[in-house]
């Protein structure tokens, strides 16, 4: 059985981004197996406009490279599944929803003055494996901008998420002045179940590393 909240997949989307903007914080996505499950999570809910940029759907192995800057060395090798690959995405969702030629795309010493915590989302919805790789296989990639002075304290934060059922084991990466987490996750049930499942655990990663952020500040 998967790991299920009391908490509704809507609630925890609506906390995200009332957190998200008491931080100034915006929210991007990049997708694969969830195909806009996850930034329709986020628009269900009225005003996300004022976190929310947009997902990209980059479902194709090539869309990941050419629009996200996933390295097509790396999927070569390793494929579309792979924890790299969810971090690579979720750099790739934060850098181009900053918006070329806005005022905000612009660096200061402190960082982007438009950050956008990225999200991203692959895996293997099922029916059945793909190559070496169970249907239910799924990783999970968030990007907090600005947060490698809490790395220690994020990374013991994650710790805690691998006491849930579905979650097996987590990465964490630097990224100049951002953290990214990496989660993998093991889900069962149908195709349907697994991209929902995939979608509900995003946002109660990120609901509690936003609140964990929020408690720092």
């Avoid at 998967?2 to 809507?10: A, L, V």
């Avoid at 924890?83 to 181009?96: C, P």
């Avoid at 799924?138 to 849930?164: A, K, T």
Wanted: proline share 3%; net charge negative; hydrophobic share 40%.
């Amino acid at each position: 059985m998967n790991d299920s909240s009391s908490f509704s997949t809507e609630m925890l989307a609506a906390n995200v981004l009332k957190t998200s903007e008491q931080l100034g914080f915006h929210i991007a996505a990049a997708e694969s197996l969830t195909g806009g499950l996850l930034a329709d999570a986020f628009v269900s809910v009225p005003g996300a406009s004022r976190v929310f940029c947009g997902s990209a759907v980059t479902y194709d192995i090539h869309a990941k490279a050419k629009i996200l800057g996933v390295s097509a060395q790396l999927l070569k090798t390793e494929g579309a599944v792979y924890q790299d690959v969810a971090m690579q995405m979720a750099v790739g969702a934060s850098r181009i929803y900053r918006g070329s030629g806005w005022e905000y795309e612009e660096e200061s010493e402190c960082g982007s003055s438009f950050p956008v915590v990225g999200l991203s989302t692959t895996g293997v919805a099922g029916p059945g494996p793909d190559g070496d790789k169970p249907a239910g296989l799924v990783y999970i990639g968030v990007l907090l901008p600005q947060s490698c002075d809490f790395r220690d304290g994020i990374v013991r934060e994650c710790n805690g998420f691998l006491d849930l059922e579905c979650f097996s084991r987590f990465w964490d990466y630097s990224y100049n002045k951002d953290v990214v987490i990496v989660f993998e996750l093991h889900l069962l049930g149908d195709r349907e179940q697994v991209r929902c499942s995939t979608v509900h655990s995003v946002v109660r990663v990120l609901n509690g590393l936003l609140d964990f952020v929020k408690r720092l500040r």
